[in-house]
Every structure is written in C-alpha cells, then in structure tokens.
C-alpha cells in the first residue's frame, strides 16, 4: 500500500504560480511512477503530467513550459511547480503513483491515488 497527501492548492490570481506537493509513505518510493492529473469542475479527470522512476518527465500540451514536475526520492515526495496559471487550470489536482513505467498519462495505470488538492484560479 501507498498512502498518498497532496498539499499546496488554494486561490491564486491569473499570472500567478502555485507549488503542489505530494508526500507518500508505505512502500518504496522510487519504485513508482508518479503523475498528477487534474478534474475541472463538469469534466472528466485528465492527465497532466509524469515523472517516471528514472526521471523521465513528460506533460499536456495544455501545460507544457509553464508547469514542472520533480521528485526526491529521499523525502518521499513529488512537486508540481505551476507558473503563469489561467482560469483554465482550475481544477482538484490528483497525486497518483505508479508501479508501471508505460502508459504513463492513462490514469487506468495508477495503483493509488491521493484525495486531492484544490486549485482555484481568478481570472
């Protein structure tokens, strides 16, 4: 089991940045893949980025040069740097680890999940 707890949402103005976190315990750490998605309200959860258990980062297009993904491995957590946000970005933002390395933005890959973290964007 991997227990998973986001941190970090809350209200911001268009233009600003946020810094989510993700801490984990229970199994270990680097041996998971760890994504974030994201569930606007009336829409379905989408993927919005990965980095995979050697590193390997990729994000939605929607995302792409203005959010970054990171983890340590030695403090058990994963952070999503989101800069120049929009009203757009404004969803619950989900923490998921995965014990697959393929298939990475398809949330059917996640073995666990986090309880989320509100993001709310002004415009």
């Known amino acids: 089991q991997v227990q998973l707890v986001e941190s970090g949402g809350g209200l911001v103005q268009a233009g600003g940045s946020l810094r989510l976190s993700c801490a984990a315990s229970g199994r270990t750490f680097s041996e998971y893949a760890m994504g974030w998605f994201r569930q606007a309200p009336g829409k379905e959860r989408e993927f919005v980025t990965f980095i995979s258990q050697t590193g390997l980062k990729y994000y939605a297009d929607s995302v792409k040069g203005r959010f970054t993904i990171s983890r340590d491995n030695n403090k058990n957590t994963v952070t999503l740097q989101m800069n120049t946000l929009k009203f757009e970005d404004t969803a619950i933002y989900y923490c998921?680890?995965?014990?697959?390395?393929?298939?990475?933005?398809?949330?059917?890959?996640?073995?666990?999940w986090g309880q989320g973290t509100q993001v709310t964007v002004s415009s």
């Open positions: 998921a680890a995965a014990s697959s390395n393929v298939r990475l933005s398809y949330m059917a890959v996640y073995d666990y």
